[in-house]
């Protein structure tokens, strides 16, 4: 999604704080001249041609100097993230900053605006009068333009606070619940008992005064600006917090990548942070789960992980056992450059495992030019036997397209110990049995074949279906290091004739 421009960032902010300044001077201006002209007799001195005159050059001042520290507040934040640029930790601490510049700018401006009016007016009741009106119309200002401004801001504060780790701290979800009921509960209602009071004694308003009009205007007023506040404490709780479960939701998917932008500085951003955070941690754990896989295979690798560790640990089971090995690879090295025998093995390792893989096998080791695949293990299956059967009569005819290579494939199958072998800090899982030795000098045998494949009567007997017909007799033979004659076969038809 393209990032809007600058100018557009920035025209929206400073109208955001300009109309908050302008809106809550009109109410608080309202609310003042109700109550000086139906209750304080002192109090009207505020309304003289004089005063209002004073009154709108006051406001007319501190609009624009609102619109002017905003403007110079929200340019440079604007410009840095229209354009893409990473800021420096200056630039990143002012778009931090921007909520609590906007406030301090709103409660300086009420400041200096009622310093001004209570010095044209000195008298104690209009003092008193403009110093609480004032008061009030500073923190509405506040939250009117936190209203106003937080869309437009939030880009520029969650961009900031990226990878930034000196965050500032912002009141947090209590402490903004607790001064918005101060300031559109507890206060209006304080003045309301006040006004009653007053007029009830005789201090300072006239027994005979009306307050029915100040208090209608001061409730209408309090009505508007708690509406306003409530919307801006909900939306900085709601916003936040729909972002994360709607993040939740797509991790939850499967969609790890997923994170949400930091724009809080209270204890929501560090739950937006600690998602992110979380999020990092999952995906680095995906990738090194995919790692694992992709060394000791996806199935050893979920088993290794499995909330029981006595299944990783290891049994006693049936498999069937494929070893195929390249002939002559020392040669390769004499003939060609370390790199070159890399890519040969990589390309011969392709076709070994995909093989493997397609026939629902394990690639348990890798042994110099040589591999061994195993059916069975860690998962059990009913056609062990058959899947490296297949497996080895595929890779017989892959592997003849494949230049400067020669191999023999030995398969042979039976009882194996297979599970964690090693040190508890460091182990492996592998399997152990005569079934891979008798593999391992089946595929030695195997190199002076024309089919370049030989296979034991084990694994022929655990073969079920269609496989074992692919198959004929190629007499008992005495395999280095075997105490016994082994029966072998080779490949039916054109691989495995003469």
Known sequence: ???PRAASIIASYVAGVTWAHLLTTAEVVAIVVSLCSETFGAGRELLTRANLVLLLLVVAIGT????????????GPARWYATGRNPDD???????????????????????????????????????????ASLFGALSTVSTSLLFTQRTSRPLVAAATQDYLGRTTAPGVLARLI??????????SLVVVALVLCRRYGWLVPASASVDIPVVVLMLVSVGLGLRALIVVSLSISDPIGDVVEAMAEVEQGIIGRTVPVYEQSEIGLLQSGFNRMVAG??????????????????????????????????????????????????????????????????FFAIVVAAVDDHG???????GDAALAVFGAPLRSATAADDALATARALGVALRALPMVDFG??????????????AANRYEYTVIGDPVNEAARLADAAKKEPGRTLVSSAVLDQATGGEGRQWRPAGARMLRGRPRLTQTSVPVGKNGAP
């Open 282 to 347: 999952l995906s680095e754990r995906d990738r090194l789960r995919e790692l694992f896989g992709h060394h000791v295979g996806p199935d050893v690798a979920r088993l290794a992980m499995a909330a029981d560790p006595a299944a990783a640990a290891g049994d006693v089971r049936d498999v069937a056992v494929l070893f195929i090995d390249l002939t002559e690879s020392t040669q390769l090295a004499v003939r060609l450059s370390p790199q070159e025998v890399a890519e040969v093995f990589n390309a």
């Open 361 to 367: 096998g394990l690639i348990n080791k890798f042994q």
């Open 90 to 132: 200056d630039e990143r601490r002012a778009a931090i900053d921007i909520g609590r510049r906007q406030s301090v700018l709103a409660i300086a401006v009420w400041a200096a605006g009622a310093a001004v009016m209570i010095i044209a007016t000195p008298r104690a009741v209009p003092a008193l009068l403009i110093a609480l």
């Open 409 to 422: 494939i030995g398969v042979s199958a039976g009882s194996v110990f297979a599970g964690n072998i090693g």
């Open 1 to 3: 999604m393209p990032r």
């Open 64 to 75: 624009a100097i609102t619109a002017i520290v905003g403007y110079r507040a929200i340019s």
């Open 179 to 188: 001064g918005m009921w101060v300031v559109n509960c507890a206060l209006p």
